[in-house]
């Protein structure tokens, strides 16, 4: 099993930036890759960005691209999603994920492991 802990969350305004943790524990040295996600009020939960935990690639969603950037502490087993350029329709909740194989990283449903989800609040 692998626990994954996410913080960085709050509240900005417009144009801000926010970077999100998520801390892995217990069988960490499994994980294939890393994924955050969000949820906004009355909509599905959508991909915002992946990671493979041995080479570094790098996935984002059209809509994310350029303003957030993924990045993994091997060491500490630390994911990280930096989101600069915030805007108020990136307000969500955000959780990461863990996978333990190959398949697609875009697809949440994939993922085996998932955070508590940590709220991000865009003020106009």
């Known amino acids: 099993q692998v626990q994954l802990v996410e913080s960085g969350g709050g509240l900005v305004q417009a144009g801000g930036s926010l970077r999100l943790s998520c801390a892995a524990s217990?069988?960490?040295?499994?994980?294939?890759?890393m994924g955050w996600f969000r949820q906004a009020p009355g909509k599905e939960r959508e991909f915002v960005a992946a990671i493979k935990w041995s080479v570094s690639s790098r996935y984002y969603a059209d809509s994310v691209k350029g303003r957030f950037a993924i990045s993994r502490d091997n060491a500490q087993n630390t994911g990280f999603l930096q989101m600069n350029s915030l805007e108020p329709e990136d307000t969500a909740v955000y959780y990461c994920a863990a996978r333990r194989a190959l398949g697609s990283l875009y697809v949440d449903d994939e993922y085996n492991y998932w955070g508590q989800g940590t709220q991000v609040t865009i003020s106009s």
């Open positions: 217990g069988r960490a040295g499994s994980i294939y890759a």
